[in-house]
């Protein structure tokens, strides 16, 4: 029996692109496992595996064999609290704290450290929570704080990364200057700077050499990760970008500490001090390191969305008990807490207003510039802004439940995921660095043994080529555009759910809506009372036909009724009410006889209805659906209800008839009204009357003319079309059902987010087909020219020195080109 599992794991130790391929590969290869992505600008692995016939262990183990780590967070039913504890002065206290602890249910275990004034509780979730554990703490006379409740596995990662950039700056400032005096000492009579007496190679050649040997050593030292990945990598046959570098470095290294021990032994050395390449190595190992730590900066920027994201959720909240208030940790929110929120605070939670009114600025989640109004009984979200009232909130959805860290999910997954368009760049880089290397060697013993050159050329030339081959750029040209087009999407209210989805979106020919909630709000309105004989006034007439329809489950007696309440009707219960089938209703309201419904109705009673033809004609053409009212027997008015059209719509369509779109109203209403809602909207085409189950059909259709495909729908009635569609677009404002449904989802939910996600999935793949084509450019110019290309039609050689920079710069170009998507805007592209 199969026993699928879905995992997105952090990969330790890779280095370029030929380590993610290789990973990709051996991985894929295991039976059982069914997916293997590896994302080498995010650092991690998507699995899917059947664990009855491989284990996690297993899959791990190989990876492990190659020389890289899998780093997993458990996922269990055991959640961990750390807490800083104040007040502990003696064993005894750390000892009470732990035999209360243990002793509640729910309490796995309870470890607490006297000397660091720190603890750990293990716990079992739903049978007791962190308030409990700090309470029982506190009555003990202890102050107990969660630390690093909120340092998921992602705000871990970023932490890390900082870390390690803030010792690469320091390894990167030492190699620089060390490598500078190492430039100056061996070039500097080149340069036209002469070297104090006392190391001038003509007088002193042996401490010439011995000072060049004393400043690489500890270069090479602070870059000995190259040594340290790359010959490992190498000896286990899987050499990458390290190996390179290693390599060449290495052989320069070499080769000038033999000829350095022949100076020692007395040779000649005034010939062989002229043939130390101490500095090629040295100057080498420190601009890589610089251009490695340039890349690693611009790669945290890839992440800056999410964590602008995270950082929207407030530390802290008021807890509101009776009339008390405390102040409380938001990990601390239990779902059913009713909680304080005063102006200009974040709300912490999801939830509804108890009590309050506000607006609300939405705009980080869903790109809305304006407030929205909010009162009793409406939902908000976690991380959106309260602007100018006190609220009074009651807790539905805390933590990882909320909208806010399912979207930091959704963009994280999205991040991770790979474009068909990174197919090619992965099978290069799988066999790019061993090619380098054949060519490497194959290029120096060219010119040594064809080419008639001294061995020290031969090696300059093998360097050369070793140092400026960079399967990093290849690999980074697609993720690092990704991560940073998702999210910036998702700061634009546009969560696009894959690098797949972003690839087809670019393609799309076709954009086929859903009408309702879509083109329209969704919700019927009165749009006109037409009063045609009736003596009473208009808002007399409206408060009988709403009272009459109170009864109704029908939508269009929803809209009368809201209609008459927004006037301030105080609406009655009807003495008498029944419904008619196909025809409208007859209630006694006030003791005056009510008939609502079509012609038909007021025709079967003799009820005379002329003189409207006009008024009927016009509204109907407009797409309402038209009600006749009589009152006491006499026809008293016209009753108009429509699905307003948004008014952003019809801009919206003619924006997307410039970007070459083909726009189809696809919708279950009749020819009549579908035609007059579209002429609206500025829609030419229309499929009206199909069911919601047969929305799918017309979009296969469409499809078999070899048409790229786009179904624009609300998720609610539409799913399935939604998903048959080469691009699904789900609008919504946050709810469940949108953000389940299709490829790229909407927060704002107007056809704005349509054109946002259009031109930005243009803008994403055209900056990583710009980085495609600049990355297998330079590899395809500088190998060549690194071997000696130049040379043969008289031109000059590439220093090796110059190689590794440009090899260096050629990664931090991929990255920085990337980075400019985040000043993408919503009318760019």
């Known amino acids: 029996m199969q026993s699928i599992q879905k995992r997105i794991v952090a990969v330790k130790g890779m280095s370029c692109a030929a380590c993610s391929s290789r990973i990709e590969r051996v991985v894929q290869g295991l039976e059982g496992v069914e997916l293997a992505v590896v994302n080498l ?243 080498l190992i420190a601009l890589v390191s610089l251009g490695k730590y340039m890349e690693t900066r611009s790669k945290s920027h890839t992440s800056d969305a999410i964590a602008k994201l995270m950082q929207l959720t407030p530390d802290k909240a008021i807890l509101l008990k009776g009339e008390e208030q405390s102040e409380i940790l938001v990990e601390e929110i239990e779902a059913g807490d009713l909680l304080l929120v005063r102006p200009g605070e974040r709300i ?207 939508s269009l007696a929803e809209a009368l009724v809201a209609a008459a309440k927004n006037k301030g009707s105080i609406l009655k219960q009807p003495e008498t009410f029944e419904a008619l089938v196909g025809q409208g209703i007859f209630a006694q309201v006030d003791g005056r006889q009510i008939l609502l419904g079509n012609r038909q109705l007021l025709d079967e009673r003799e009820i005379g209805v002329e003189g409207v033809g006009t008024e009927v004609a016009r509204l109907s053409g407009e797409g309402k659906t038209v009600l006749f009212l009589a009152v006491d027997g006499r026809f008293a008015a016209l009753l108009a209800i429509a699905d307003k059209l948004k008014p952003e719509v019809p801009a919206a369509v003619a924006r997307m008839r410039k970007m070459g779109l083909r726009l189809i109203m696809l919708t279950g209403d009749q020819e009549a009204t579908a035609h007059a809602i579209a002429a609206q909207a500025g829609i030419d085409e229309v499929i009206a009357q199909v069911m919601p189950d047969k929305k799918a059909d017309k979009i296969v259709a469409l499809q078999q003319q070899g048409l790229r495909t786009a179904m624009v729908g609300d998720g609610i009635n539409d799913a399935p079309a939604l998903a048959m569609a080469d691009v699904g677009i789900a609008m919504g404002t946050g709810n469940d059902i949108a953000i389940e449904s299709g490829d790229i989802v909407l927060m704002k939910g107007n056809l704005d987010g349509v054109i946002i996600a259009l031109r930005l999935s243009r803008a994403v793949m055209r900056n990583i087909r710009q980085n495609l084509f600049w990355a297998f450019a330079y590899n395809v110019i500088g190998i060549p020219v690194a071997a000696g290309l130049l040379v043969l039609f008289g031109g000059p050689s590439l220093n090796p020195m110059i190689a590794g920079a440009a090899m260096a710069m050629s990664s931090v170009s991929v990255v920085g080109n990337a980075l400019r998507l985040r000043r993408f805007e919503k009318n760019q592209g």
Not at 80 to 90: E, F, N, R, V, W
Not at 351 to 356: A, F, L, Q
Request: charged fraction near 20%; include cysteine.
């Open 41 to 283: 600008a995010a650092e991690s692995m998507e699995l899917v595996w059947d664990d009855s016939v491989v284990s996690f262990d297993l899959i791990a183990a190989r990876v492990k064999e190659l020389g890289f780590d899998l780093d997993q967070e458990e996922e269990s039913e055991e959640l961990t609290l750390d807490l800083a504890i104040s007040g502990m002065h003696c064993a005894s206290c750390s000892t009470r704290i732990e035999k209360v602890v243990s002793g509640m249910a729910g309490v796995v275990s309870v470890a607490i450290n006297l000397v660091t004034e720190t603890g750990t509780v293990i716990y079992r979730q739903g049978l007791i929570n962190q308030r409990q554990i700090r309470e029982a703490i506190a009555r003990l006379g202890f102050e107990a704080r969660p630390v690093s409740a909120r340092l998921d596995q992602f705000a871990r990662k970023r932490q890390e990364t900082l870390l390690r950039l803030a010792a690469m700056k320091m390894r990167l400032f030492w190699s620089l200057g060390l490598a500078a005096i190492l430039l100056l000492v061996s070039m500097g009579e080149m340069l036209g700077l002469p070297l104090p007496s006392v190391i001038n190679p003509h007088h002193y050649p042996l401490r010439f050499a011995l000072l060049q040997f004393c400043l690489v050593v500890p270069i090479m030292v602070l870059g000995r990760n190259f040594y340290l990945i790359g010959i490992p990598a190498l000896l286990r046959r899987v050499p990458n970008m390290d190996s390179l570098i290693a390599m060449g470095t290495g052989a320069a290294f070499i080769y000038s500490t033999w000829n350095l021990a022949e100076i020692m032994l007395g040779a000649d050395a005034h010939m062989l001090v002229m043939d130390l390449y101490f500095e090629s190595a040295g100057v």
């Open 348 to 554: 912490p939670v999801d939830g509804s207003i108890v009590k309050g009114r506000t607006a609300v600025d939405e705009s980080m989640l869903t790109g809305e510039s304006l407030p929205v109004s909010k009162g009793e009984g409406d939902k908000v979200t976690c991380g959106t802004l309260n602007k100018n009232g006190v609220l009074q909130i009651r807790t539905e959805q805390v933590g990882q439940d909320t909208l806010l860290a399912r979207i930091v999910r959704m963009v994280q997954t999205a991040q991770g995921s790979k474009a068909p368009i990174a197919g090619m760049a992965d099978r290069i880089s799988l066999y790019f660095v061993p090619v380098v290397m054949v060519v490497a060697v194959l290029t120096g013993l060219a010119w040594y043994f064809l080419g008639g050159v001294d061995f020290t050329v031969a090696l300059r030339f093998f360097i050369a080529v070793m140092v400026i081959a960079c399967p990093c750029a290849m690999g980074l040209a697609t993720p690092t555009s990704i991560m940073v087009g998702t999210g910036r999407g998702a700061q634009l209210g546009v969560l696009i759910k894959s690098g797949e989805a972003l690839e087809m979106a670019e393609k799309i020919q076709v954009l086929v809506f859903d009408k309702t909630g879509t083109l329209t709000y969704g919700r019927p309105e009165l749009t006109d009372l037409i009063n045609v004989t009736s003596d009473e006034s208009d808002e007399r007439l409206l408060f009988l036909v709403a009272s009459a329809e109170q009864s109704s489950e029908h």
